[in-house]
Structure formats: structure tokens, C-alpha cells
């Protein structure tokens, strides 16, 4: 039993060096480059979050939501008043978020990165 366990482990460990000695990456300098398959490299710039506590930038959103909900509030009168409110917190929340993300990116939490994939036609 012990010659068979011996040998199993020995099989997993050959196919799992021979998979990631196979693992290929591509980089911006393979771009368009062509295989004998038919398949390609394809580069495509990926917006990536990096360490962000916030990364769908709810705080913004909410935040500027009830700002722009008050603002709007202040604005209007009678029925106009509601439609003004609602107006205010759809812009505000839009507003936030945006702003959130402009933070987001110069502190370097959301950053462009170009990745390379192989694809097959």
C-alpha cells in the first residue's frame, strides 16, 4: 500500500510541475502576435482596484445623495419640492460617486493596467 501512495504522489507532483511549466503570460510586446492554432493575444486596458475599502464607492454615493437630496428640498415648493428632492439626490449621488472615484484614483486605489489574454477564434 505504501508503494502505491508512494507512486500517486509521485504522479500529482510530475502533472502538477508539467502544468505550470506550461503556463504561459503575455505581455503588451505579444500584442497581435498569432499561433499555429489560429488563436491570438489580445491586449485590453482593465480599470483594477488596489486596497480600496470602499471599492464600489457606496460612501460617495450616499453621501452626496442626502446632500443633493437636501439641497433639492430647499429648492422647490409644494409638489415641484418632491421633484426637486428626488432630482437632487439622483444628481448628488452621482456627483459623490464620481468624486469618490477621482479620490479613489490619486491615492492610487484604482489604477489602468493593460492585460494580455490568449484567445482562440
Same mark, same amino acid.
Given at each position: 500500500? #505504501?508503494?502505491?501512495?508512494?507512486?500517486?504522489?509521485?504522479? @500529482?507532483?510530475?502533472?502538477?510541475?508539467? *502544468?505550470?511549466?506550461?503556463?504561459? +503570460?503575455?505581455?503588451?510586446?505579444?500584442?497581435?502576435?498569432?499561433? #499555429?492554432?489560429?488563436?491570438? @493575444?489580445?491586449?485590453?486596458? %482593465?480599470?483594477?482596484?488596489?486596497?480600496?475599502?470602499?471599492?464600489?464607492? @457606496?460612501?460617495? +454615493?450616499?453621501?452626496?445623495? %442626502?446632500?443633493?437630496?437636501? %439641497?433639492?428640498?430647499?429648492?422647490?415648493?409644494?409638489?415641484?419640492?418632491?421633484?426637486? +428632492?428626488? *432630482?437632487?439626490? %439622483?444628481?448628488?449621488?452621482?456627483?459623490?460617486? #464620481?468624486?469618490?472615484?477621482?479620490?479613489?484614483?490619486?491615492? *492610487?486605489?484604482? @489604477?489602468?493596467?493593460?492585460?494580455?489574454?490568449?484567445?482562440? #477564434?
Amino acid at each position: 500500500m #505504501n508503494k502505491f501512495r508512494s507512486f500517486a504522489g509521485a504522479a @500529482v507532483l510530475s502533472l502538477a510541475a508539467f *502544468g505550470t511549466a506550461h503556463a504561459q +503570460t503575455y505581455g503588451p510586446q505579444d500584442e497581435g502576435r498569432r499561433f #499555429n492554432d489560429g488563436s491570438r @493575444v489580445v491586449c485590453e486596458d %482593465v480599470e483594477v482596484q488596489r486596497a480600496a475599502s470602499d471599492p464600489n464607492r @457606496v460612501a460617495g +454615493t450616499a453621501a452626496g445623495a %442626502v446632500i443633493g437630496g437636501l %439641497v433639492g428640498n430647499q429648492i422647490g415648493s409644494g409638489s415641484g419640492r418632491k421633484l426637486a +428632492t428626488v *432630482g437632487g439626490a %439622483v444628481a448628488g449621488g452621482a456627483i459623490g460617486r #464620481n468624486v469618490q472615484g477621482n479620490q479613489q484614483e490619486a491615492r *492610487g486605489d484604482r @489604477v489602468v493596467e493593460q492585460r494580455c489574454r490568449r484567445i482562440h #477564434n
